[in-house]
């Protein structure tokens, strides 16, 4: 439906849990903005699962996390090819362009694919943001035409990074027009250890593939 998780987020609180339990498209006009501890999860069977869908204002993300939100979101899929005539999200998963708190994000078992534009990312953060953890698991990234994962947004030389504990695991990247995992940390500081990253049993087809183009 339209607006459904939209409203079911901005009216719950601290440790609830949102089931969507019919397959299906649900489309919202704004971003679902994550501020607390939330669990999103799909109840359906794993071949038809619910469907997020975007039909706002543009260059916003579907999901965005603001300072202080620990989301954990299982067994949907986000398509981003918006309706007709509308413009394209800003990413599927992203964080608030200011963040003063840490955050957590959670992903299992979802599927990410289809934009109309370069410059678009699956999941991404933005400059100034930190989480202590982003654990993604058996989730499927595909027909992306820029970058899967985007955690790289620290583009000075003072050691500062966007997370401290990455882990990719038992995921497919196919036919992503971009680096599947993009992580950095730039300069030398002893005194920090991060970002720290384990990438298990993951599938790479035909990803950045051009001359001198990088899976990681």
């Known amino acids: 439906g339209y607006n459904t ?3 079911a987020v901005a009216s719950s609180s601290a440790g609830d849990v949102i089931e969507l339990t019919a397959p299906g ?8 903005t994550i ?7 799909a109840t359906g069977a794993s071949a038809s699962k619910p469907v997020l ?4 204002r543009g260059s916003e993300p579907m999901v965005m996390i603001a300072g202080g939100g620990h989301l954990d979101i299982s067994g949907v899929a986000f398509n981003g090819i918006p309706e007709e ?3 394209d999200p800003k990413g599927f ?3 608030a362009s200011t963040m003063i708190e840490d955050y957590t ?4 078992g979802c599927d990410f694919s289809s934009f109309n534009r370069s410059g678009t990312y699956a999941i991404s953060c933005n400059k100034g943001t930190f989480a202590p953890w982003i654990v993604i698991r058996d989730c ?3 027909d992306l035409p820029w970058d899967a994962i985007v955690l790289t947004r620290e583009t000075d030389f003072y050691c500062r990074y966007n997370v401290e504990n990455l882990e990719v695991s038992n995921c497919l990247f196919a036919n992503v027009g971009g680096r599947a995992i993009d992580l950095s940390r730039l300069g030398y500081d002893d005194s920090t250890a991060g970002a720290n990253t384990k990438i298990d049993h993951c599938t790479f087809y035909n990803v950045f593939n051009r001359e001198q183009g990088t899976v990681i």
């Open 105 to 108: 994000l959670s992903v299992s």
């Open 25 to 32: 498209e649900y489309w919202n006009n704004a971003p679902v």
């Open 35 to 41: 501020q607390h501890y939330l669990i999103i999860r």
């Open 140 to 142: 499927r990234f595909f």
């Open 5 to 7: 998780l939209l409203k």
């Open 53 to 56: 869908r975007y039909n706002g």
């Open 93 to 95: 998963i992203s964080t």
């Open 85 to 87: 005539y509308l413009r």
